[in-house]
């Protein structure tokens, strides 16, 4: 009775089967125990939670893509693939003659039973080389622009759950799949690491945690960082890499205590920039990387990290580097992290495990080298045989790799190989991290400088100088990235910068680092630029948030259950609490088109064809059967009816041509050598307006802020003057040097 009430489907009118349905799942009537008082005494069998009306949602999605083309913005015009990907079968159980159930222990089994400590413990007396796959995580976020989907990484979790289990970890979080996720994926972060976690219950799971970033670009008060820490070891999660992108000991200390409190393994990470090996570089030397390991290892630390996140570790470097923190911790596991951008990540890696690393990361062949990390075959056949052999049987590496090939055709549009054919040994020079390279290509797109990509490069190199000589990773590697690009759109070479630094309209990210938002970087501030950029603005000495008052969690979840109802959950506040406005755009998405998630790929990505029909489990024992049968004609009001086929029965949604209705407006354009005529310094998006007619401003003032693909800038005034007429509204998208809005100038 209860399933057939949950299935059955009245429309336009109302019905009692909510309430027939809270009467169904009531313990007291369940336990038949009940008179003529039951429904006085629980007047809650009144309250109804609203109808999903999941597939009528699935079906708007689908017409949306139909009609307006795909929902999460291509970067290539490479189309996803149609062939789903083989998964290959898991092993037999010889005793049943069936597929094994439960694999076999691994090092999370040992992580549970003994802690922490322990489990370091014996990481450091374990005899062979450890790997970490990054495959579920860095890889694809360097080569896919971090949109792989929690769809087709449970598909393949069960098989890397059996055949990888001596595996050190898994790494299948945070960094900018957190964000990215709710952003252009439609999904909840939490909700992966919860599915991944039931299909990989025996492999330690890691993530990158940016120190007091904890997995946003800026930082966070305390409580955030620890309540985020909490939630995420209670949700699966093992060994937190914690670092700091300017390697700012405060920083990372408190992602280290964060990490501790809530019983995860602390794995505390040194940025590495620069080369150890040349002698000529004086800055990042290495007593620079063992003084900062002996604080790190005093900060009690678990493990500890050289995180080479461009891929500049070249492999006599790795070995001076390794060796002499082996001399120096000879009790603390080491784990190497780099990227392959150069070619010579393999080398590298294999010169760190001969030097005394217990650990390193790799990914599956398929989705390795490039930007992405060293290839895990590679390595396990390299060092097959030898004191470090790694347990791992490269045939199980090569069905692993079919995989992750097939998958990665249904990527297509998000490649990064389409302008990078080949190792880059210019990363050397440019130092451009691996996880930044694909979406700087992005950034680039969206600003309108694909065809200046190289020239982005070459001005990454002269903002880091003029930043004073940085590590570079989210989010420091975001400021480099976001000069660099402003520079190519401003044509502005480093004397133009340090010059006339006072007037430029500089990159929100940019200012906020002169102001000393992310902690103080090595060497100190560059002078006098920063002074010249700051002028009066304020500058924070010291930790960052050491002043921020702690976030209160309970007005949030008032707030998010005002605003979307009352299925809000602690994940979903904590969301809100780094990320507010992209919660609520994700929310209010999956309030509008439903479980989005449970759609394959390449229908997720590029929608249905005309008569293509297709099966949608979006959960178990219930799959939705949808067949597109036509496309209307456009109405007098912009809209198009689609029609589907919904499990046999007629349905159709209604869908605005969002192109067909626009009216055709040519935005004027700010008109060049006229001081009060405003223009946009890059394409984008309005998302505030600080000012309005009449209002009279000083030069410098900001006058609105223009965001594209998380860039954001703040347009101040040119002169001192009274607003004439503000040319944009809010939430509008424009292109550069369109007009914003025009001063008349005051006389000076």
Known sequence: MLRNSQRFRIRGVKTNIPFLLNVLEHKQFLSGVVDTYFIDENPQLFQFNPSQNRAQKLLNYLGQCMVNGPMTPFATDIPPSEIQPTVPELPIDVETGLHAKAPPPGWRDILKQDGPTAFAKKVREHNGLLLMDTTFRDAHQSLLATRVRTYDLKKIAPYASHKFHNLYSMENWGGATYDVAMRFLHECPWERLQELRKRVPNVPFQMLLRGANAVGYTNYPDNVVYKFCDLAVKNGMDIFRVFDSLNYLPNIIVGMEAVGKAGGVIEAAISYTGDVSNPSLEKYNLKYYTDLADELVKAGTHVLCIKDMAGVLKPRAAKLLITALRDRHPDIPIHVHTHDTAGAGVASMLACAEAGADIVDVAVDSMSGLTSQPSMGAVVSSVANTELDTGIDLHDVTEYSSYWEQTRNLYGPFECCKTLKSGNSDVYD???????????????????????????????????????????????????????????????????????????????????????????????????????????????????VASLQPVDFDKIKEELIEKHGKRIRDVDVLSSALYPSVTDDFLQFRETYGPVD?????????????????????????????????????????????????????????????????????????????????????????????????EKVEKGAPLLVISAMKMEMVVNAPCSGIVQKVSVEKNMKIEGEDLLLEIEPIPE
Do not use: W
């Open 598 to 694: 449970t759609l394959d790929t390449t229908l997720f990505l590029a929608g249905p064809k005309m008569a293509q029909e297709v099966q949608v489990d979006i959960e178990k024992g219930k799959t939705l059967s949808i067949k597109v049968l036509a496309v209307g004609d456009l109405n007098k009001n912009g809209q198009r009816e689609v029609f589907f086929e919904l499990n046999g029965q007629l349905r159709s949604v209604m869908i605005k041509d969002e192109v067909a209705s626009k009216e055709l407006h040519f935005h004027p354009k700010a008109l060049k050598g006229v001081k009060g005529s405003v223009g946009s310094p890059m394409p984008g998006t309005v998302i505030d307006i600080k000012v309005k007619d009449g």
């Open 430 to 544: 440019n130092q451009i991290p691996g996880g930044q390279y694909t979406n700087l290509q992005f950034q680039a797109f969206s600003l309108g400088l694909a065809e200046q990509f190289e020239e982005v490069k070459k001005r990454y190199c002269e903002a880091n100088l003029l930043l004073g000589d940085i590590p570079k990773v989210t989010p420091s590697s975001k400021v480099v990235g976001d000069m660099a690009q402003f520079m190519v759109q401003n044509k502005l070479n480093t004397a133009q910068v340090e010059d006339r630094a006072e007037d430029l309209s500089l990159p929100v990210s940019v200012i906020e680092y002169f102001q000393g938002f992310l902690g103080e970087p090595p060497g100190g501030y560059p002078e006098p630029l920063r002074s010249k950029i700051l002028g009066d603005k304020p500058r924070v000495n010291g930790r960052p």
